[in-house]
């Protein structure tokens, strides 16, 4: 029997298919030009020329933007196959923005959709969010988001069909180049196109979010994000799903992301009502597993790629996200918080998921404990291979761990 392919933890030496050299190569003489041109003037220009539309909102997006782009070209150490990729992104989230407006200047009674309150799945990354996210929104009553939802949210076609399968493709082909560009990244975290994705990807449409530092060395923007107001995010996030709603009503949405943790009371504010599901793990297998995504990640972005850095930023990074998770928890004893560990989860899947939806009043029938049996076999661990990692590679002991959480270390 042969043996699973392992992921490499030689990750300041990231993977580089033959094209993505060739590229680099060859666009290596022009870099330094092209990375200058990486300005909001010159994307927002041509994302208005692409979408033949120009009420895009620059005030709502104006500082994030600038605070980032800065942030990418003073301190990503961007490759040139990382530029491309980002300015697309960049472009991409832009373009969505303003099909969006142009929606809604068409039906403005999609402010009028009501979001029923959603449940929401929370927890430090790699605490089994995951997993316990494809379970629950396999009930025909529950709705997640999907990745070619995720990548674009705004229709590309007034036929709802033809729209979806737009989406699809374009999803299935993003889905190709990453398998290709950086193929261990599948064994750590899966991206498929008709999956479930996490809701930061929503976020990041309002510029404030942390996909940026999960996967490009960003810190002064990752800083200004935590003290800059989300709120605005989460009522664009709000505002994506009623898009998404409008065409396809749903009853419950089931949204998932490790970002919540950090802004729960930003999360509060705009969905009131909703069931918080929090996670939890060792944090001595979730942190270096997490960092070692990350570093996977960054690998596609950028050339150099420290460890130890990502280690430093990360170890910082979580412990504040569970310091503000508790600080809401403390000055809100109220809020609805369903607490699952991840060793009882694994071992009792069924009877975990029950305490969700007893927490959301909702109805658990045999027929919800069938799906979540078929689930458990569907998302079988290891299907594209086996993650390699340890705490070492980042520069992390247990005790620094245990410091940098303190009293919560463990929980």
């Known amino acids: 029997m042969n043996s699973l392919p392992t992921t490499s933890t030689d990750y300041a030496h990231p993977y580089r298919p033959a094209l993505v050299k060739a590229y680099n190569i ?29 009420h895009l909102g620059r005030n709502e997006i104006e500082t994030p933007l600038e605070v980032l782009l800065n942030a990418i070209r003073n301190e990503a150490n961007l490759s040139p196959f990382g530029l491309f990729v980002t300015k697309q992104r960049l472009l991409n989230l832009l373009r969505n923005r303003l099909r969006v407006n142009k929606l809604l200047s068409d039906h403005p009674e999609i402010n009028d959709v009501k979001i029923t309150p959603p449940i929401l799945i929370t927890g430090l990354q790699r605490t089994g969010t995951t997993l316990l996210h494809r379970l629950l929104t396999l009930d025909p009553d529950h709705r997640a988001l999907l990745s070619y939802e995720a990548l674009n949210p705004a229709p590309l076609h007034a036929n709802p069909q033809v729209d979806k399968k737009k989406k699809q ?60 107001d989300n709120r605005p995010a989460y009522e664009y996030l709000k505002l994506l799903l009623k898009v998404l709603s409008w065409r396809t009503p ?17 999360f509060a504010a705009v969905f009131p009502e909703a069931t918080v599901v929090m996670t939890h793990r060792d944090p001595t297998a979730t942190l270096p597993s997490f960092c070692s995504m990350m570093a996977h990640g960054r690998g596609i972005f950028s050339d150099v790629v420290d460890p130890v850095e990502i280690g430093d930023h990360w170890l910082r990074k979580t412990a504040r996200m569970l310091k503000k998770s508790q600080q809401y928890r403390t000055e809100h004893p109220s809020a609805r918080i369903v607490d699952i560990y991840y060793d009882d989860f694994i071992a009792h899947p069924i009877d975990q998921i029950q305490r969700i939806y007893r927490a959301s009043e909702k109805p658990f029938i045999e027929e919800s404990a069938e799906l979540v049996r078929t689930g458990l076999q569907q998302n079988r661990q290891h299907k594209y291979g086996v993650h390699k990692y340890d705490l070492t590679s980042f520069g992390l002991t247990e005790e620094k761990i245990r410091a940098a959480y303190g009293e919560l270390y463990g929980k």
């Open 26 to 54: 060859a666009a290596r003489p022009f870099f330094s030009k092209a990375l200058a041109t990486l300005t909001s003037e010159k994307l927002i220009a041509h994302a208005v020329r692409a979408e033949r539309f120009d």
């Open 250 to 266: 749903t009853r419950t949405w089931i949204l998932k992301s490790p970002h919540h943790l950090e802004f729960l009371a930003d």
């Open 169 to 228: 493709k374009l999803a299935h082909t993003a889905q190709k180049a990453l398998s290709y560009i950086a193929p261990d990244f599948f064994a750590i975290h899966p991206v498929e196109a008709a999956a479930p994705e996490e809701d930061v990807l929503l976020l990041d449409y309002a510029l404030i979010s942390t996909v940026a530092e999960s996967t490009l060395r960003v810190p002064s923007y990752a800083r200004w994000v935590e003290r800059a």
